[in-house]
C-alpha cells in the first residue's frame, strides 16, 4: 500500500499560501512630492507602465493615491488595466479590464484599492486610472513622486472626452512625466497573483513530485 505522509500534505499547503499573496507592481517610494492635471476640462487619466512579475502575472486590483479634489471629494472614477503592445508606449495598448469607484483623501499618501476582473498579462501593462476635470485649480487629481524619476517615461497621462473603445494614441492630449517640469512617476500600483493556469500545474507538479518521493 501507498503512503503519502505528512510532507505531501505540507507541501500542497506551503503552494497554496503562496499562490494566494500577492504582489505589489509600483514604481512610488510611497511618499508624493505634487500633483498635475491639465488646464482644460477633460477626462483625464494617468498611469504607469509594469513589466510583468513570473507568478504575479494576474492582476486584480489597482491602488490610487489621488492629489487635490475640492468637494465633493468623492467623485466618480474609472481604473483601466491595458496589454502593452509595444514596449514602454501604451499608445496602441490594448484595453483588457476596467473598474470603477469614487475618488477620495485629497493631498494623501493613502491608496484606495479599485478592484477590476481577474485579468492575466503578460510582458507589460499600463495600469490607469481616469476623472473628469473641470480645468481648474479646484481638481489636480494625478498626485507624483518626484523620487521615481528615473522612471518617468513609464508614467504617461492623456487628455479626451472617452476612452471607450478607442486606443489612447486616439487622445487629443498625450504626454508623458519625463516631460514635465518635475519629472517624477504617478502614485498609481497594481496587484498582482499567479495566474490561474500556473497556478494549477505547480500544485499538480508538487503533488506528483511529492508522491514519487514518498511512495513504498
Known sequence: MKSF???????????SASAGASYQYKLDDGVGSGNLAPSFACEFMWGNIFT???GSETITTVSVAFGTIAAPEQRPVTVYLYQMVTSNDPRDAVLVATGTGLSGLPRSNTFLDFA???????????????????GNTSVIPAR???????NAARSWFFGADSYAG?????????????????PGVFMIRAAGIPS????SLLAACALVGTRRRRAV
Not at 505522509?5 to 503552494?15: D, K, Q, R, W
Not at 507624483?144 to 528615473?150: E, K, M, Q, T, W
Not at 478607442?166 to 518635475?182: D, V
Open 5 to 15: 505522509g505528512a510532507s505531501g500534505l505540507f507541501a500542497i499547503a506551503f503552494f
Open 196 to 199: 490561474p493556469g500556473a497556478a
Open 116 to 134: 477590476i476582473n481577474p485579468t492575466t498579462v503578460h510582458g507589460q501593462f499600463f495600469a490607469a486610472v481616469s476623472m473628469q476635470i473641470p
Open 166 to 182: 478607442l486606443p489612447l494614441g486616439s487622445a487629443p492630449y498625450i504626454n508623458n512625466m519625463s516631460n514635465n517640469f518635475i
Open 144 to 150: 507624483y513622486d518626484r523620487d521615481g524619476a528615473s
Open 52 to 54: 510583468v512579475e513570473p
